[in-house]
């Protein structure tokens, strides 16, 4: 997914997925779909927090829709915390550059490293 839209502009559907695999590092995450249609993909606990505030925004459902309102309160409340994806290296060549899929700035680079312990005793997967 990363090194084959190096060079080329990412559609729609990379993008989100991107997003996704970013919010895995922070909250969690949460989709929100109407048949195959994407309505909204957001953190945990930002998709969380529309669900527990419904009694604030269900007074627009009948009117505007339900998808609307949803997306609309999300927007309202989202967070808007560092995103963060995580290549591994063995994918093969990592991009250069990266631009966030939420805001669409390029990203800065950091080098991490991630130790596992799969031939611990206390191994957990």
Same mark, same amino acid.
């Given at each position: 997914?990363?090194?084959t839209?190096?060079n080329k ?6 993008l989100?997925i991107?997003k996704?695999l970013?919010y895995? &590092?922070?909250?969690?995450?949460a989709v929100?779909?109407k048949?195959?249609?994407?309505v909204?993909?957001?953190h945990g606990?930002?998709i ?5 505030d419904?009694?604030k925004?269900?007074?627009?459902? %009948? ?7 949803? +997306? +609309?309160?999300?927007?309202k409340? %989202?967070? +808007?915390?560092?995103? %963060? ?5 063995s !994918?093969?060549?990592?991009?250069e !550059?990266? &631009?966030?899929?939420?805001? &669409? %700035?390029?990203?800065? !680079?950091?080098?991490s ?8 005793? &206390?191994?957990?997967?």
């Amino acid at each position: 997914m990363f090194h084959t839209k190096i060079n080329k502009q990412a559609d729609l559907a990379t993008l989100e997925i991107q997003k996704l695999l970013s919010y895995k &590092n922070e909250s969690g995450w949460a989709v929100l779909s109407k048949g195959s249609s994407l309505v909204v993909a957001g953190h945990g606990i930002s998709i969380l927090k529309v669900i527990e505030d419904f009694d604030k925004w269900k007074g627009q459902v %009948r009117e505007k829709g339900f998808e609307f309102c949803f +997306t +609309t309160y999300h927007a309202k409340i %989202r967070l +808007t915390p560092c995103c %963060r994806l995580d290549i591994p290296g063995s !994918t093969g060549k990592v991009p250069e !550059t990266m &631009n966030c899929p939420d805001c &669409n %700035r390029s990203m800065e !680079t950091f080098i991490s490293y991630k130790c596992c312990h799969i031939d611990g005793p &206390n191994v957990h997967h």
